[in-house]
Every structure is written in C-alpha cells, then in structure tokens.
C-alpha cells in the first residue's frame, strides 16, 4: 500500500515525493486594467436582487468587478463609467459615494 501525504504550505503543494506551485487567482482592476492577485483588490458586487455593494470577503453572491484600494483608481473607475458597464445597469452617485466612503476605512 502506497501512503501520500498533501500538505499545502505558503503556496507550495507537496505531492509525494513531487513539488507544485500553487495557483494564485488573478484579476483585472477596472481602474487601472492590470492583472493583480485577487487578494489585493476589493470585490464590489451586484447582487441578483440589483444592489450594488463593497464585498470585503469576497463570496457574496452575484456578479463581481474588482478595484484596487488606490484612490486614484477608483476615481478613473467612476470617471470612465466603468462599474455600470460591467454590472449593465446605472449606478447612482449615492452608492459610488457610499463605496468611496467604505473603501477610504
């Protein structure tokens, strides 16, 4: 009988006798469209109920754009329209106001 351990540590899976890199997810900021870790941008999310709001722990349900926390980014989010096309639908300046307030904490 052949006995394999998995153990995940700092990213690295080790199989065996064989090492892997874990996979770190990626995502596009709306702001400045670069691809960074998922862990370093905020989820804001339109719920299928249509309220738009901040999701720190990524895993409300609905649909997901991301921001990086760079202020200056969420200004060229709001600048260039770019959360109301990625939710398909108008975004009131009350609930961009009430983001920037949340992503300012």
């Known amino acids: 009988m052949t006995n394999y351990k998995s153990q995940i540590t700092n990213k690295t899976m080790v199989t065996g006798n ?7 997810p990626q995502r596009m900021c709306l702001g400045c469209r670069e691809m960074k870790a998922k862990s370093e941008l905020v989820r804001v999310v339109k719920s299928p109920e249509g309220e738009v709001s901040l999701d720190i722990t990524g895993k409300k349900p609905g649909r997901g754009a991301y921001v990086c926390r760079n202020p200056d980014c969420f200004k060229r989010v709001v600048k260039s329209n770019a959360l109301a096309r990625a939710f398909k639908a108008q975004i009131s300046n009350e609930i961009i106001e009430e983001l920037q307030n949340q992503l300012e904490k």
């Open 18 to 24: 064989t090492t892997m890199q874990k996979k770190i």
